[in-house]
């Protein structure tokens, strides 16, 4: 069985309860976005998955093996986070090459050719490198470690608009070469929700969604209008529909619906898709 | 005269020009975005114009006055940046009190509010914030100081989407109630397409864009295809149009152009306006 499972997990810090009953998979060869408020347990998942911390409960199997000191399967999994694991006086190009110790598949001359593409100086150390360029750092690891399983927690933290875009393209071009399976922690939604299909959003360390891309945006829209046509519109919704909120500019109201649209709106209304990330700021609110 | 004029400033860092012969202008009452890629100048050049760092060449004006060394003329500027100016042993609360010292117009009630909307704990020390609550705290100070202008660099710097939608809500709010002069320096473009009325893009030290977005926005747009569509259209244009850059997908082609566009276009090419951001990457990337 091929795959990360993550199995009824929970982890709490003194007083804080970090993660609640956690269940996921994680299937071969697909993009996930996870995704969650500061603070929702994001990080703390993405560390007991790549054995940095211990839940309280629960376990997690690769490929169907319990991970826990198991190095076979941990060293299928790589995670990128703001943690450097590499000693911080050392430089760029002599982190490329001891990758190769670790991870036999690292391809070092990938690894330059990205440093190239991101004009990253490989003869500087990494303490010495700015935020943006951390991040690249650690991002061109992690596309050059050729592992099956690849955690980002905040790839694009600190690069400027041109760089993220130009490591969505690299992302998206190395996984049509050799799908993998890449799991995305980040803050910048409406970026990312035309590179992920799967998406989990946690909310205060449970999971409130687990589906396509595809799925929760077709289950969700917007509907404009005067205030009175909208507020007429929404009181006529059958019960189980879930308004999200609304956004007011003038007379004109924007209502967020959770559900699936009528064929016909009323004359003078107007429908629209809804973004992920107006979704994901609707859902993750109170 | 009423503004911020900044006058032919020129500053270099050892062997690096920072800046070359800037001029620009911020007027009363509007709202700036401050564009360019990591590296390009644009925190040298706030620092410059709110005193904490000089230039090599230039100077600046406030309200038709030199700015060095006039107390007057810098107490109507606040820049909120990664440095911090308050002690960083010193508690949320605290620094809201002594603020009032230094700015008379701060509103200490209105930053307690604003804590409570983003549930920043006032009772924290300044270091014990996360990146994304040490952004939180400036920006909280940024919004209640009540000066005439007041320059963001890069405040959403670790928020996440629900933060980062209330920050602009509340800008938006505050400026229109009575409104005063910001400027927004970010990497997020898209977010602030919206919010800013002024664009100014910097290259290497040098002014490349300073123009409305409106306008910049309607001088530009995107047009697809088949890949041999679209190569015949770009190959028909009038010499002076700048060809930005492509992407193709497939058979399929989309081309990033500077220009007005015809009002017709050749069956089976669409037209699309261009976002911000994307126009900010393909004048950017070289």
Not at 23 to 52: P, Q, V
Not at 113 to 128: A, H, T
Not at 185 to 209: D, M, R, W, Y
Request: hydrophobic share 40%; proline share 3%.
């Amino acid at each position: 069985m091929k795959g990360i499972e993550v199995k009824n997990i929970s982890r709490s810090f003194k007083d804080t309860r970090a993660l609640h009953q956690i269940n996921l998979t994680f299937e071969e060869g697909k993009i996930y976005g996870l995704l969650g408020r500061n603070g929702a347990g994001k990080s703390t998942l993405l560390n007991i998955i790549s054995n940095r911390k211990y839940p309280d409960e629960g376990y997690v199997t690769v490929d169907g093996v319990p991970s826990v000191e198991n190095d076979d399967a941990l060293r299928k999994i790589f995670l990128i986070n703001e943690k450097n694991l590499y000693p911080e006086s050392m430089k760029v190009k002599d982190a490329f090459k001891i990758s190769k110790d670790f991870y036999p598949s690292f391809d070092e001359a990938y690894a330059l050719k990205l440093s190239e593409m991101f004009e990253l100086n490989i003869k500087k150390k990494i303490k010495s490198l700015s935020t943006g360029y951390q991040s690249i750092f650690r991002n061109i690891l992690a596309l050059s470690v050729n592992v099956p399983y690849v955690f980002f927690d905040e790839p694009v933290l600190g690069l400027d608009a041109y760089h993220r875009d130009l490591f969505y393209k690299i992302l998206i071009e190395k996984y049509s070469e050799e799908p993998f399976t890449a799991v995305i922690s980040t803050h910048l939604i409406e970026e990312v929700a035309n590179v992920i299909e799967e998406v989990i959003i946690i909310k205060k360390g449970e999971i409130l969604k687990n589906e396509s891309r595809d799925n929760l945006l077709a289950n969700s829209y917007t509907v404009s209008g005067t205030i009175s046509q909208v507020d007429s519109y929404l009181s006529s919704l059958p019960k189980y529909t879930e308004v999200l909120g609304a956004d007011v500019i003038g007379g004109l109201k924007s209502a967020y619906i959770l559900g699936k649209s009528d064929k016909h709106l009323p004359e003078g209304l107007e429908k629209s898709p809804m973004d992920l990330q107006k979704l994901f700021i609707h859902l993750t609110s109170i």
